[in-house]
Structures are given as structure tokens and as C-alpha cells.
């Protein structure tokens, strides 16, 4: 059987998800559906990010967003949650730290909301359905 040695240019590129220092950038997911939340997860640690932690409402994700501070590179804030929705999160969040990058999760027709998102402080904003690529691109855009 092969090995890895016999193959060495396979895979041989490396990962988005590293900082120039070789470590990964820690990214939190706020999301309430499990399924969006494990498909971002997916997609993220397939390229080398690091998920510090997961939150399923925006009050959950301010208190471990202030629990991690300053180990959270990004956050992916949904807009639509319980108890606290994803903007109303996302002012609290760069209430307590202005530099916080965070990226907005959005269903089809929320335009209004995610430019409110923009306008408050969010980088960047994906569309679901999710797309690996769509999704790499906005994350690391929003990291620059």
C-alpha cells in the first residue's frame, strides 16, 4: 500500500483557515438551526479554522463572545434567532469590542437587516443557502 510520502504534492496547499503565524484563526458560530450551524462548522474546519465555541441564540453568544475575548478572530452571527436576534447581538458585540469582526448569516430576503448589519459593523454577509466557496471567501475577506 502507498503512503502519504508517495504522494507529495497531494493536498500540498496550504489551509485558508491559518494566520500568516501558521496558527488557525478561532472562529464562533451563532446559529439556531444544529444543521447550519454543523454545515458552517464543516465547511470552516475543512479549511483549517479553529471553531472556539457555538451559540444558538445572540444573549448566548454575547456572554461567550466576552468570555473568549480576545481568542475569537470572527464570529457568524444568523440574523433571525430567539431571545436575541443576530443584530441586536451584533451591537452588543462591537459595543464591547469595536474591532470584533463578525459575519452576518442571512436567508433570502432579509436585505434590509443585513444592511443594517453593515451599517452597525458586521465585515461581510453570506446568503443561505450555504456555498463552501461563497462562504471561504467572505470569511477571509472579512479576516483582511
Known amino acids: 500500500m502507498k503512503s502519504k510520502g508517495d504522494f507529495p504534492s497531494l ?21 439556531d438551526s444544529m444543521f447550519v450551524a454543523k454545515q458552517l462548522g464543516q465547511i470552516l474546519t475543512s479549511a483549517g479554522f479553529q471553531i472556539v465555541a457555538t451559540a444558538t441564540d445572540g444573549r448566548n453568544a454575547v456572554d461567550k463572545y466576552k468570555e473568549l475575548h480576545p481568542n475569537v478572530d470572527l464570529v457568524t452571527m444568523d440574523i433571525t434567532m430567539p431571545n436575541m436576534d443576530g443584530v441586536s447581538a451584533l451591537e452588543k458585540i462591537v ?17 434590509d437587516l443585513v444592511k443594517k448589519s453593515l451599517i452597525i459593523g458586521a465585515k461581510n454577509y453570506i ?12 470569511v477571509l475577506h472579512s479576516l483582511k
Do not use: C, H, W
Not at 496547499?13 to 464562533?28: I, S
Not at 464591547?96 to 433570502?108: E, H, Q, T, W
Open 11 to 31: 493536498n500540498e496547499k496550504t489551509p485558508e483557515g491559518l494566520k500568516p503565524d501558521g496558527t488557525a484563526y478561532r472562529v464562533m458560530i451563532v446559529d
Open 127 to 138: 446568503v443561505k443557502p450555504l456555498d463552501r466557496q461563497k462562504v471561504l471567501e467572505r
Open 95 to 111: 459595543e464591547f469590542d469595536k474591532n470584533a469582526r463578525v459575519v452576518m448569516i442571512s436567508a433570502l430576503g432579509k436585505n
